[in-house]
């Protein structure tokens, strides 16, 4: 398999970046270039709280009510609910992650402002991969609002998390911690997830596709693919031929 060339073939918009830990190669197509991220956008939205936490600007234990009103279809738990449950920031930020819960994330985005989190993506060094919208608001979308994020620098935040220099060694562990009990792991790792430790986040929606993972296995790697305008059953084999096949090729045994 020639990653470069086969990623090509893959219908729609397509973008990777690859980055070996170790030796500090790097794979890449498109990396800089603005794609709609679906829930791979979760992480920095994660990342963005963990910091503001970290940096007394906000608190895990500050409850959040969750309405009917705000509850928003497909993944999730929230609309299993037969009441209105008082729930922590923390609490969602685990849901967010872990179950890629679309309503704890429109609640954390809309508790703390798009603004708000875009200037803490920034500050991160994110430059292009910022929130316009809610998930599933169909208004903002109808208007040319699209959440944007870039292959490279989701990348980039999975690499700091690795180097334990994502604010510090303790968040950037925290931050970890949740990632590893991500239950979506249809993509990249699927053919080699019981083999080593795996931290990712996936997004999908109709003609989106892509997965964010930091891959700890000998010589650890980050890879970022993401997939627009896309035949999703295929971007989705292509993703996991391609993370068995640099899998194999960073593992000795």
């Known amino acids: 398999m020639n990653i470069i060339k086969d990623i090509k073939k893959i219908p729609g918009r397509s973008g990777l970046y690859y980055k070996n830990l170790v030796t500090n190669e790097v794979l890449a197509y498109n990396e800089t270039e603005e794609f709609h991220p679906a829930s791979m956008i979760k992480l920095p939205v994660f990342m ?14 500050d409850k959040i009510k969750i309405t009917y009103d705000v509850r928003v279809p497909s993944c999730g738990a929230f609309n299993a609910f037969t009441d209105e449950p008082v729930v922590d920031v923390k609490t969602l930020c685990n ?76 968040v950037s562990d925290e931050v970890l911690a949740v990632l590893y009990d991500q239950q979506d792991k249809c993509y990249i790792p699927e053919w080699f997830e019981d083999e080593c430790p795996v931290a990712n986040k996936t997004g999908g929606a109709r003609g989106i596709l892509g997965d964010e993972a930091l891959v700890q296995t000998d010589k650890p790697f980050v890879l970022v693919m993401m997939f627009n305008e896309t035949v999703t059953p295929e971007a989705a084999e292509f993703m996991r031929h391609a993370g068995k096949q640099l899998y194999l090729s960073n593992t000795s045994r």
Do not use: C
């Open 48 to 61: 963005a709280i963990s910091k503001m936490v970290a940096e007394g600007k906000a608190r895990w234990n």
């Open 95 to 170: 849901l967010m992650i872990t179950i890629s819960d679309n309503t704890a994330a429109n609640v954390l985005i809309s508790h703390f402002g798009i603004d708000r989190l875009n200037g803490e993506f920034a500050a991160t060094g994110l430059e292009k991969t910022h929130l316009e919208r809610l998930f599933y608001d169909d208004e903002m979308q109808a208007k040319g609002f699209n959440n944007k994020a870039v292959p490279a620098e989701l990348g980039g935040l999975l690499e700091k998390l690795h180097r334990k220099t994502f604010v510090n060694e303790k």
